[in-house]
């Protein structure tokens, strides 16, 4: 039982973290010291946090991934735009 709580806990802190890339990442990375960053971070900021609309989730992202041919989506594109582009 106690395995089930801690499990199900994880779980629902991963499903409230925001994705890489977000425009609710950026801003909280925004905040974080650079230090901090891992390379990984840093470079997923650059590109798609230093150029407006470029943010996994932005009004110009979801635009650009709809004119992409939908069988040169990746799996995350996929998943991100069902995410944040279908209302």
Same mark, same amino acid.
């Given at each position: 039982?106690? !395995? ?31 230090? #901090? ?9 650059? !590109? !798609? ?9 932005? #009004? ?11 069988? #040169?989506?990746?799996?995350? #594109? ?10």
């Amino acid at each position: 039982m106690k !395995r089930l709580l801690m499990i199900s806990g994880l779980l629902l802190l991963g499903a409230c973290s925001a994705e890489p890339g977000s425009e609710q990442w950026c801003a909280a990375k925004k905040e974080q010291p650079k230090s #901090e960053w891992s390379s990984s971070d840093a470079a997923t900021y650059a !590109r !798609r946090c230093l150029i407006d609309g470029t943010a996994v989730g932005s #009004e110009d992202w979801c635009e650009d991934l709809s004119g992409k041919d939908k069988g #040169e989506w990746t799996a995350d #594109e996929a998943k991100s735009y069902a995410k944040h582009c279908v209302i």
